[in-house]
Structures are given as structure tokens and as C-alpha cells.
């Protein structure tokens, strides 16, 4: 199972983002046939202002790849208007699961 993450500051209306990744670009993923999930977290505090997070999960690492350059473009083209800053973003392979339920096959 492999993973991309990422982390958008100052988010000027996570309501608006979240009705547009939902209507948009979440089919775009379910697209991919790699693809496994996806979670958009609101990251809200007083320090740091809005903050959301997008984790996306993939079984194979062209994937993830295939999605970072869509989520690139797509974010340019439909939510920067929405979204300052650029994201800060990391991909993996997942090397362990310890969740209540299985959600991942780790390899190793």
C-alpha cells in the first residue's frame, strides 16, 4: 500500500474545498485503478489557522505518481482561489499498520 499526503495552509473556506474535491476530484481518483481510498482531514487550530490535509491511498507506487501530477493540475485549475500556498507534500510505501482493523498490506 502506498500513500500521498498532503498539507495546505491558510485555506480561505475549507467548506468550499471540501464541497469541490468531493464533486470533482474524488471521481477523477476513483478513476485511477490503483486507488484505495481517501480521507480530507480539517486541520483547524488558532495557531496555524485553516489547515486541511489530504491523505490518498494507492496500491502500487505509479499510482501515486499518477495522482500527484493530477492533484498538481487540478488544484491549480480549480482551487487556487482557494488555497494560497502550495502544499506541502510527502508519498510512501506504508511499512506498518497498527490499526484496529486492517486497512493496509505492508510488504516485508
Not at 480561505?12 to 481517501?38: A, C, H, I, T
Request: glycine share 4%; aromatic share 10%.
Amino acid at each position: 500500500m502506498f500513500i500521498s499526503i498532503r498539507k495546505y495552509h491558510n485555506v480561505k473556506s475549507v467548506d468550499e474545498v471540501k464541497r469541490r474535491v468531493e464533486q470533482e476530484f474524488v471521481p477523477m481518483l476513483k478513476q485511477n485503478p490503483g486507488f484505495q481510498g481517501y480521507y480530507l482531514v480539517d486541520c483547524n487550530c488558532p495557531e496555524s489557522g485553516n489547515v486541511i490535509t489530504s491523505i490518498t491511498m494507492f496500491d502500487n507506487w505509479a499510482s501515486v505518481l499518477d495522482s500527484n501530477d493530477r492533484a498538481k493540475r487540478w488544484v491549480k485549475e480549480r482551487l487556487a482561489d482557494m488555497l494560497p500556498e502550495p502544499a506541502e507534500a510527502v508519498s510512501g510505501e506504508v511499512i506498518l499498520d497498527a490499526s484496529k482493523q486492517r486497512i493496509f498490506t505492508t510488504t516485508g
